[in-house]
Each structure stands twice: as structure tokens, then as C-alpha cells.
């Protein structure tokens, strides 16, 4: 199993510019994240979804969109991106009905927007 | 206030070292607690699991959560290189995954 997968690892974007960030699991999780990590401020979850067709928000998410058509892909989307994106993002998996509260995270994209 | 402080250090401490890392909560309503690992990097990777209050011990790692004081910790024995790396609590007060509330990390260094 390749675990969590995400793509690209590195971009840089122009303000204003659009992306799409690759997210996908091989381990039949039905639960799904995406968080943003900011130097010295901790995981800050931007969207979740706990099936395929069902989102929703969580912290942080103004200036992303995401969507889940399959159990194993989760893709997030900037639109007109800003300097205030400039973060690590981080996708993670878990599986519902488990007694331990285990999130399954990728290497992370690093994003800068200039 | 935020739901969850964490002192993000960096803290730097010698071999063999006995280390202790903290986390205090607003929220009562927590009840699983986690201590996640991120080598420089990489992504985060669940290190231990705490439900209620109690200690747990998995060979040099021991965490402890005081409900009453809304207080987790996280000791290393006998710390060594390969344990440098930033910890991250985490915390719910939900079974099962779901949204889980992140300390801001505390980035530690051991060294030879």
C-alpha cells in the first residue's frame, strides 16, 4: 500500500493564479482531511469528508474548494491565489468506527504564492 | 484563547536526556488525547493514544492526562537523536477520527 499519496510536492504560484492539489488514498479510509501547516501554528483543518459526496468546512475555509466523487480522492482547489496561502498542505485518511482516533497524513505539498 | 496551547519551544536537550512535553485545553469535553510525531519534512504520524484520564507507557514514551487540570504531557526516556522532531498533541471529544484540535507543535532537538 502506498498510503497517502499528494501532488505536487512543491509549487509556486502567481497571485491570482488557480491550482489543484492531488490527494489520494489506497486504503479504503472513507474519512478524509485537509489541513494547512503554518510555522509554529500547529494543523489547521481546512475542509473534511466523511464519504464520497459529502463535505464539509472545517477552520480555515475561505479560498478553497474541494469535492470527493470517489472514496479515494480528495482533491482541494485554490482559486485566485493569495500570499496568505503560503503554507504546507497536508491531506490525511482515516477509517470511521475505530476506537483509536489514527489520521493517516501525506508528505505534504509546499505551496508559495508570490 | 485558543482550544489547545502548546509551547512551540524549539527545545534542545542532550542524549539520554529525560524529556517532557505539554500541552494544556480549554474544552471539558475532550476525552481522547494523541501525541503525534513529524520528522522534518514528512508528514505527522501518531506516536501514542490516551482515553480519559490515566498514563500510558510504550517503552521509552509515556503520556499522561490530567482531565482535572486539562494538562497532557509526553515523556522520553533515555532520549536519543532519532527522536528529534516536532510533537504535536491533538485532541477530540469524538470516538472514531472525525476533527481532530491541534496544539501548535513543539519542535525538539536531541543532541549526541
Known amino acids: 500500500n502506498a498510503g497517502v499519496t499528494q501532488t505536487p510536492k512543491f509549487r509556486i504560484l502567481k497571485i491570482g493564479q488557480s491550482m489543484t492539489l492531488q490527494c489520494t488514498q489506497d486504503?479504503?479510509?472513507?474519512?478524509m482531511y485537509w489541513y494547512r501547516q503554518d510555522p509554529g501554528m500547529g494543523l489547521k483543518l481546512i475542509y473534511y469528508s466523511v464519504g464520497a459526496g459529502i463535505t464539509d468546512k472545517g477552520e480555515v475555509p475561505n479560498g478553497y474548494n474541494v469535492s470527493r466523487s470517489t472514496t479515494e480522492d480528495f482533491p482541494l482547489r485554490l482559486e485566485l491565489a493569495a500570499p496568505s496561502q503560503t503554507s504546507v498542505y497536508f491531506c490525511a485518511s482515516s477509517l470511521s468506527g475505530g476506537r483509536v482516533n489514527e489520521q493517516f497524513f501525506g508528505p505534504g505539498t509546499r505551496l508559495t504564492v508570490l | 484563547q485558543k482550544e489547545v496551547e502548546q509551547d512551540p519551544g524549539p527545545l534542545s536537550v542532550p542524549e539520554g536526556a529525560i524529556v517532557s512535553l505539554n500541552c494544556t485545553y480549554s474544552n471539558s469535553a475532550f476525552q481522547y488525547f494523541m501525541w503525534y510525531r513529524q520528522y522534518s519534512r514528512k508528514g505527522p504520524e501518531l506516536l501514542m493514544y490516551?482515553?480519559?484520564?490515566g498514563n500510558k507507557e510504550d517503552g521509552r514514551f509515556t503520556a499522561q492526562v490530567d482531565k482535572s487540570s486539562k494538562y497532557i504531557s509526553l515523556f522520553i526516556r533515555d532520549s536519543q537523536p532519532s527522536d528529534s522532531a516536532t510533537y504535536l498533541c491533538?485532541?477530540?471529544?469524538?470516538?472514531?477520527?472525525?476533527?481532530?484540535?491541534f496544539g501548535q507543535g513543539t519542535r525538539l532537538t536531541i543532541n549526541p
Open positions: 490516551t482515553y480519559s484520564s
Open positions: 486504503m479504503n479510509h472513507n474519512y
Open positions: 491533538a485532541m477530540t471529544s469524538v470516538q472514531g477520527a472525525q476533527k481532530l484540535v
